[in-house]
Protein backbone atom coordinates (compact mmCIF):
# COMPACT_ATOMS: atom_id res chain seq x y z
CA UNK A 1 0.00 0.00 0.00
CA UNK A 2 1.19 3.65 -1.35
CA UNK A 3 0.04 5.89 1.59
CA UNK A 4 0.38 9.81 0.64
CA UNK A 5 -2.11 12.69 2.51
CA UNK A 6 -3.79 16.16 1.46
CA UNK A 7 -4.46 18.95 3.95
CA UNK A 8 -1.72 19.50 6.18
CA UNK A 9 -1.11 19.44 10.25
CA UNK A 10 -0.92 23.34 10.73
CA UNK A 11 -2.99 25.03 13.76
CA UNK A 12 -5.86 26.66 12.08
CA UNK A 13 -5.17 29.54 13.59
CA UNK A 14 -2.21 29.54 11.68
CA UNK A 15 -4.07 29.33 8.30
CA UNK A 16 -3.74 25.30 7.90
CA UNK A 17 -6.56 23.32 6.47
CA UNK A 18 -9.71 22.22 8.57
CA UNK A 19 -9.43 18.54 7.04
CA UNK A 20 -6.23 16.20 7.09
CA UNK A 21 -6.64 13.23 4.17
CA UNK A 22 -4.77 9.69 4.16
CA UNK A 23 -5.32 7.83 1.12
CA UNK A 24 -3.76 4.48 0.98
CA UNK A 25 -3.64 3.01 -2.69
CA UNK A 26 -3.33 -0.56 -2.99
CA UNK A 27 -1.62 -2.04 -5.77
CA UNK A 28 -0.92 -6.05 -6.11
CA UNK A 29 2.73 -6.67 -6.73
CA UNK A 30 1.67 -8.56 -9.99
CA UNK A 31 -0.61 -5.39 -11.66
CA UNK A 32 2.45 -3.16 -10.68
CA UNK A 33 4.89 -3.51 -13.74
CA UNK A 34 1.54 -2.74 -16.92
CA UNK A 35 0.71 -0.20 -14.54
CA UNK A 36 3.96 1.71 -14.32
CA UNK A 37 4.42 1.11 -18.39
CA UNK A 38 1.23 2.83 -19.00
CA UNK A 39 2.12 5.77 -16.43
CA UNK A 40 5.65 5.94 -18.08
CA UNK A 41 4.11 5.98 -22.19
CA UNK A 42 1.88 9.35 -21.01
CA UNK A 43 4.39 10.72 -19.10
CA UNK A 44 7.05 10.53 -22.79
CA UNK A 45 3.84 11.15 -24.99
CA UNK A 46 3.44 14.78 -23.05
CA UNK A 47 6.85 15.25 -21.57
CA UNK A 48 9.23 13.76 -23.73
CA UNK A 49 10.32 12.36 -19.95
CA UNK A 50 9.44 8.87 -19.03
CA UNK A 51 10.28 9.50 -14.84
CA UNK A 52 8.68 13.06 -14.53
CA UNK A 53 6.64 13.26 -11.56
CA UNK A 54 2.74 13.51 -11.76
CA UNK A 55 0.98 14.63 -8.87
CA UNK A 56 -2.42 16.18 -8.31
CA UNK A 57 -1.59 19.63 -7.95
CA UNK A 58 0.98 19.51 -10.54
CA UNK A 59 -1.89 17.90 -13.29
CA UNK A 60 -4.30 20.48 -11.85
CA UNK A 61 -2.35 23.54 -12.91
CA UNK A 62 -0.75 21.91 -15.86
CA UNK A 63 -3.62 24.06 -17.92
CA UNK A 64 -2.54 26.82 -19.77
CA UNK A 65 -5.57 28.94 -18.40
CA UNK A 66 -4.28 28.88 -14.96
CA UNK A 67 -1.76 31.61 -13.84
CA UNK A 68 -0.21 28.77 -11.08
CA UNK A 69 3.12 27.07 -12.15
CA UNK A 70 3.18 23.43 -12.41
CA UNK A 71 6.38 21.36 -13.56
CA UNK A 72 3.62 19.74 -15.83
CA UNK A 73 2.48 23.17 -17.85
CA UNK A 74 1.63 22.41 -21.34
CA UNK A 75 1.10 25.70 -23.15
CA UNK A 76 -1.76 24.81 -25.90
CA UNK A 77 -5.16 24.02 -24.51
CA UNK A 78 -5.75 20.91 -26.55
CA UNK A 79 -3.01 19.16 -25.60
CA UNK A 80 -3.49 19.98 -22.16
CA UNK A 81 -7.20 18.60 -22.67
CA UNK A 82 -5.43 15.39 -24.19
CA UNK A 83 -3.39 14.98 -21.25
CA UNK A 84 -6.07 15.25 -18.74
CA UNK A 85 -8.33 12.95 -20.74
CA UNK A 86 -5.61 10.29 -21.34
CA UNK A 87 -5.04 10.36 -17.45
CA UNK A 88 -8.52 10.45 -16.61
CA UNK A 89 -8.91 7.22 -18.52
CA UNK A 90 -5.76 5.53 -16.79
CA UNK A 91 -6.99 6.43 -13.19
CA UNK A 92 -10.27 5.17 -14.05
CA UNK A 93 -8.78 1.80 -15.57
CA UNK A 94 -6.15 0.59 -13.24
CA UNK A 95 -6.65 -2.02 -11.03
CA UNK A 96 -6.06 -0.50 -7.36
CA UNK A 97 -7.94 -0.17 -4.21
CA UNK A 98 -8.22 3.05 -1.81
CA UNK A 99 -8.61 3.69 1.97
CA UNK A 100 -8.97 6.95 2.78
CA UNK A 101 -8.80 8.56 6.09
CA UNK A 102 -10.42 12.09 6.72
CA UNK A 103 -9.78 14.03 10.32
CA UNK A 104 -11.49 17.31 11.25
CA UNK A 105 -8.48 19.09 13.01
CA UNK A 106 -10.85 20.91 14.99
CA UNK A 107 -12.89 18.49 16.66
CA UNK A 108 -9.94 16.16 16.67
CA UNK A 109 -7.86 18.84 19.05
CA UNK A 110 -11.55 19.56 20.63
CA UNK A 111 -11.16 16.60 22.03
CA UNK A 112 -6.93 15.74 22.03
CA UNK A 113 -5.60 19.21 22.09
CA UNK A 114 -1.96 17.73 22.74
CA UNK A 115 -1.77 15.13 19.72
CA UNK A 116 -1.07 14.68 16.23
CA UNK A 117 -4.07 14.06 13.73
CA UNK A 118 -1.46 12.26 11.50
CA UNK A 119 -1.04 9.70 13.87
CA UNK A 120 -4.93 8.72 14.49
CA UNK A 121 -5.30 8.90 10.87
CA UNK A 122 -1.94 6.21 10.24
CA UNK A 123 -3.81 3.80 12.65
CA UNK A 124 -7.21 4.15 11.16
CA UNK A 125 -5.57 3.32 7.93
CA UNK A 126 -3.22 0.16 8.82
CA UNK A 127 -6.15 -1.40 10.20
CA UNK A 128 -8.16 -1.01 7.24
CA UNK A 129 -5.16 -2.26 5.40
CA UNK A 130 -5.34 -5.08 7.88
CA UNK A 131 -8.87 -5.97 7.29
CA UNK A 132 -7.91 -6.14 3.21
CA UNK A 133 -5.21 -8.40 3.54
CA UNK A 134 -6.95 -11.10 5.69
CA UNK A 135 -10.07 -10.88 3.49
CA UNK A 136 -7.09 -11.51 0.87
CA UNK A 137 -5.55 -13.85 2.64
CA UNK A 138 -2.40 -11.62 1.54
CA UNK A 139 0.21 -10.13 3.27
CA UNK A 140 2.00 -6.44 2.09
CA UNK A 141 4.03 -3.77 2.84
CA UNK A 142 3.38 0.12 3.43
CA UNK A 143 5.36 3.14 1.50
CA UNK A 144 5.06 6.51 2.70
CA UNK A 145 6.80 9.61 1.35
CA UNK A 146 9.50 10.67 4.33
CA UNK A 147 10.15 14.62 2.97
CA UNK A 148 9.12 17.64 4.49
CA UNK A 149 6.34 19.66 3.13
CA UNK A 150 2.95 20.84 4.55
CA UNK A 151 2.77 18.26 6.84
CA UNK A 152 6.39 18.00 8.64
CA UNK A 153 7.20 14.41 8.19
CA UNK A 154 10.61 14.86 9.34
CA UNK A 155 9.36 15.31 12.72
CA UNK A 156 6.84 12.29 12.60
CA UNK A 157 8.62 9.52 10.68
CA UNK A 158 9.78 8.33 13.95
CA UNK A 159 6.41 8.33 15.49
CA UNK A 160 4.96 6.43 12.61
CA UNK A 161 7.51 3.79 12.03
CA UNK A 162 6.85 3.15 15.91
CA UNK A 163 3.32 3.37 15.76
CA UNK A 164 3.52 1.39 12.59
CA UNK A 165 6.02 -1.29 14.43
CA UNK A 166 3.72 -1.53 17.91
CA UNK A 167 0.64 -2.51 15.57
CA UNK A 168 2.15 -4.92 14.03
CA UNK A 169 3.69 -6.57 17.53
CA UNK A 170 1.77 -4.99 20.28
CA UNK A 171 -1.20 -2.77 19.71
CA UNK A 172 -2.24 -0.41 22.42
CA UNK A 173 -5.69 -0.57 24.04
CA UNK A 174 -7.77 0.29 21.51
CA UNK A 175 -5.94 -0.57 18.28
CA UNK A 176 -6.08 -3.52 16.39
CA UNK A 177 -3.48 -6.13 15.77
CA UNK A 178 -2.24 -6.24 11.83
CA UNK A 179 0.03 -9.31 11.51
CA UNK A 180 -0.33 -9.36 7.66
CA UNK A 181 1.47 -6.29 7.41
CA UNK A 182 5.47 -6.98 6.91
CA UNK A 183 8.40 -5.38 7.60
CA UNK A 184 8.24 -2.05 9.08
CA UNK A 185 7.27 1.31 7.64
CA UNK A 186 9.08 1.91 4.32
CA UNK A 187 9.55 5.93 3.51
CA UNK A 188 10.26 6.40 -0.52
CA UNK A 189 10.37 10.10 -2.36
CA UNK A 190 7.19 10.60 -4.87
CA UNK A 191 9.25 11.66 -7.71
CA UNK A 192 10.70 8.05 -7.64
CA UNK A 193 7.81 6.01 -6.61
CA UNK A 194 5.16 5.50 -8.81
CA UNK A 195 2.79 4.11 -6.29
CA UNK A 196 2.69 7.45 -4.19
CA UNK A 197 2.25 9.51 -7.23
CA UNK A 198 -0.91 7.74 -7.84
CA UNK A 199 -2.96 7.78 -4.21
CA UNK A 200 -1.62 11.40 -4.31
CA UNK A 201 -3.67 11.37 -7.45
CA UNK A 202 -6.74 9.83 -6.16
CA UNK A 203 -6.36 11.66 -2.03
CA UNK A 204 -6.16 14.98 -3.01
CA UNK A 205 -10.22 14.89 -4.64
CA UNK A 206 -11.05 13.64 -1.30
CA UNK A 207 -9.68 16.63 0.44
CA UNK A 208 -11.70 18.77 -1.95
CA UNK A 209 -14.77 17.51 -1.52
CA UNK A 210 -14.47 17.88 2.49
CA UNK A 211 -12.60 21.24 2.56
CA UNK A 212 -14.91 23.12 0.31
CA UNK A 213 -17.30 21.30 2.10
CA UNK A 214 -19.11 19.48 -1.33
CA UNK A 215 -20.99 16.20 -1.61
CA UNK A 216 -19.29 13.98 -3.64
CA UNK A 217 -21.18 14.55 -6.97
CA UNK A 218 -20.10 18.01 -6.98
CA UNK A 219 -16.66 17.32 -7.77
CA UNK A 220 -15.85 15.14 -10.49
CA UNK A 221 -12.36 14.03 -9.84
CA UNK A 222 -13.90 12.44 -6.47
CA UNK A 223 -16.65 11.44 -8.54
CA UNK A 224 -15.11 9.81 -11.76
CA UNK A 225 -11.96 8.58 -9.94
CA UNK A 226 -11.35 8.34 -6.26
CA UNK A 227 -15.12 7.45 -5.09
CA UNK A 228 -15.28 4.48 -7.68
CA UNK A 229 -11.73 2.55 -5.95
CA UNK A 230 -12.49 3.73 -2.64
CA UNK A 231 -12.97 -0.05 -0.80
CA UNK A 232 -17.32 -0.70 0.01
CA UNK A 233 -18.35 -3.77 1.68
CA UNK A 234 -21.09 -4.64 0.51
CA UNK A 235 -21.90 -1.55 -1.16
CA UNK A 236 -21.25 0.64 1.83
CA UNK A 237 -18.43 3.23 1.40
CA UNK A 238 -18.50 4.89 5.01
CA UNK A 239 -16.89 3.55 7.44
CA UNK A 240 -15.06 1.10 5.59
CA UNK A 241 -13.54 2.86 2.39
CA UNK A 242 -13.72 6.21 3.74
CA UNK A 243 -13.48 6.44 8.01
CA UNK A 244 -14.15 10.10 8.99
CA UNK A 245 -12.97 11.21 12.34
CA UNK A 246 -14.13 12.31 14.66
CA UNK A 247 -18.04 11.05 13.90
CA UNK A 248 -19.59 14.32 15.83
CA UNK A 249 -19.58 16.84 12.89
CA UNK A 250 -20.40 14.65 10.20
CA UNK A 251 -23.70 16.27 10.48
CA UNK A 252 -22.58 19.73 9.59
CA UNK A 253 -21.21 18.80 6.00
CA UNK A 254 -22.91 18.26 2.85
CA UNK A 255 -21.19 15.05 1.37
CA UNK A 256 -23.15 13.04 4.40
CA UNK A 257 -26.48 14.31 3.29
CA UNK A 258 -29.01 12.11 2.63
Keep these: MYIDESGNTIPLSQKGTRFLVLTGCIIHEIKIPKIESVFRNIKHKYFQNYDIEVKSNFLRYANPDLKESSPLKLNDREKYDDFEAEMTKFLKNIPVTLYSVVIDKKAYWQQY ?3 NP ?4 YVFLIERFQKYLEK ?4 GIAIIDPREGQVEKHFIGLEL ?3 HNKLRWDPEEFWSKCPNIIERLLFSTSDKT ?3 QLADLYCYPVFHVFEYDKKGSEYWRFNELSLTKLYKQAGVLEGFGLKFFPDKTKKDLRFFEA
Excluded at 118 to 121: L, M, S, V
Excluded at 136 to 139: A, I, L, P, R, V
Aim: net charge negative; charged share 30%; no cysteine.
Design 161 to 163: DRI
Design 194 to 196: VGI
Design 113 to 115: PSQ
Design 136 to 139: EKGY
Design 118 to 121: YDIA
